[in-house]
């Protein structure tokens, strides 16, 4: 199967996501920037959305004009750093519902453990995008979107800030329908695990933990 990897590369994403890598940014400029970085993303990652023609009537005349034609979707942040996402995701798609999954990154195994789960309750019928800033090791996001599918999920996208590419092909591993779309593609990760060059710990950055 053909790996499914969309790299956003905006030059507006692109100046916003080197601004958040730089050390000095603090946590509320970092938050705002990850707000703003969601929405652009999300405004790219819906470009496929199917329309329908409607019509309506302007104060002129009658027309026919497009409208989204109500495909339904739902937005998933892993908690915590995910949660940094979802308004600015909103922010171009009202109409979503969120739903959330919570895990962490064990330090030393670095197996993701589960501790919460609250799904909208037709997510076999929504189109999915689960988000989180950071596509390290793959494991969460693949805990995530295993989750999705135990509840019944059929069409999950993944939407993270940066990747590396033993996070890429282990989504691909367990999930090869899944389309990854992420603003870069790091070059690895470090004896932690954490991403190199990356932008440190998503989580602590965003709500200022460390
Ligand atoms: C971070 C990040 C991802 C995960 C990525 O979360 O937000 O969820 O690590 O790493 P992986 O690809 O190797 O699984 P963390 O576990 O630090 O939890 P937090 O968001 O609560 O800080
Ligand atoms: N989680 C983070 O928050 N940052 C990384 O670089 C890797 C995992």
Redesign the pocket.
């Known amino acids: 199967m053909v790996k499914k990897v969309h790299v956003l590369d905006h030059p507006l994403i692109q100046h916003k996501l080197t601004i958040i890598r730089d050390k000095n940014t603090g946590p509320k400029e970092f938050r705002e920037l990850v707000d703003e970085i969601s929405t652009l993303m999300a405004y790219e990652l819906t470009r496929n959305l199917a329309l329908q023609v409607v019509t309506i009537e302007t104060p002129i005349k009658k027309m026919n004009a497009k409208k989204l034609s109500g495909k339904k979707i739902g937005i998933v942040p892993?908690?915590?750093?995910?949660l940094g996402m979802v308004n600015g995701i909103t922010r171009m798609i009202p109409v979503a519902k969120v739903g959330h999954i919570g895990?962490?990154?064990d330090p030393e195994t670095?197996k993701?453990i589960e501790y919460y789960v609250k799904l909208p309750t037709d997510i076999q019928g929504r189109e999915l995008i689960v988000v989180?800033?950071?596509?390290?090791?793959?494991?969460?996001?693949s805990a995530a979107i295993q989750a999705l599918k135990d509840r019944g999920a059929v069409n999950i996208k993944f939407l993270c800030l940066i990747a590396v590419q033993e996070?890429i092909d282990?989504i691909h591993k367990d999930h090869p329908e899944v389309d990854i779309f992420t603003a870069s593609i790091d070059q690895g990760l470090n004896d932690k695990?954490y991403i190199i060059p990356g932008f440190g710990?998503?989580?602590?950055r965003l709500f200022g933990t460390k």
Do not use: K, N, Q
């Open positions: 892993i908690m915590r750093a995910g895990l962490y990154r670095l993701a989180d800033p950071m596509l390290a090791t793959g494991g969460s996001a996070g282990a695990s710990d998503a989580g602590d």
